[in-house]
């Protein structure tokens, strides 16, 4: 098993959102996916894995098919993705990811709550060498699923890492960045339940805390969590 389980594994963070914000996020994915590849997810792959992840959301498929509609009107707003990135207390590396329609006021909100909570928002790029961006896909599992002969063919597909999740009985599969189609593709042709499919930063350095500083980097990740542009949020913490 490679880096990836390993920081899941060791990583003892409690990440939570409502539903209401999970909701949000996705609709965001599904206007930018409508945006790049049209409303049609039998021909837009990035929409048709886009629509999967809502359904593990529980999202209303009427909520769906809204928000495809109002992706494809020219009164709805586009969006861009950016990439922030800075240091919590401690040294802790942490990335944020954005999708907004006003460039500045994002910017200007996730500064503040660096600010706020010791820390420093840095330039772009500058956690490059610490964060590693990986493709993920969970697939449901099942009795006649070999791993290791799954694990076999999808490496040539550029995957790295498939392990399965005890706690989920989700299997859980990593590769490079560029294998995001192959690696789709392949899944939907040979018929595997595909439960998640999207794009991880995977620490390649991490940061030992104890509980306690763990709690002040935890200030911080609430924050970001809770502002409506923020889609994802990465850091390199790990409690001891």
């Not at 599969?173 to 560029?178: A, L, M, Q, S």
């Amino acid at each position: 098993m490679g880096r990836a389980f390993e920081f899941r594994k060791a990583r003892k963070m409690k990440r939570w959102s409502s539903m209401a914000k999970t909701f949000t996020r996705i609709g965001k994915d599904i206007v930018m996916a409508v945006k790049s590849g049209g409303p049609d997810p039998t021909t837009n792959s990035r929409l048709r894995a886009v629509i999967q992840n809502a359904k593990a959301a529980n999202m209303p498929k009427v909520n769906v098919d809204n928000a495809i509609k109002r992706a494809s009107s020219k009164d709805q707003d586009d969006y861009k993705e950016i990439v922030l990135e800075g240091y919590g207390l401690h040294g802790v590396a942490v990335l944020v990811e954005c999708t907004t329609d006003n460039n500045n006021r994002t910017v200007a909100n996730v500064r503040s709550y660096f600010n706020k909570t010791g820390g420093n928002l840095g330039t772009n790029g500058m956690l490059d060498f610490i964060f590693e961006r990986k493709c993920i896909f969970r697939i449901a599992a099942a009795p006649n699923i070999d791993m290791e002969e799954l694990e076999l063919d999808l490496i040539d597909f550029g995957v790295d890492d498939v392990f399965l999740d005890e706690e989920t009985q989700q299997i859980n599969i990593y590769g490079e960045f560029t294998a995001y189609g192959a690696v789709q593709k392949y899944l939907e042709e040979k018929g595997y339940e595909l439960l998640h499919a999207d794009f991880e930063r995977i620490p390649t350095d991490t940061k030992k805390l104890t509980e306690e500083q763990a709690a002040d980097i935890e200030k911080l990740l609430d924050k970001l969590e809770e502002d409506d542009d923020v889609q994802n949020v990465y850091h390199n913490m790990v409690i001891e």
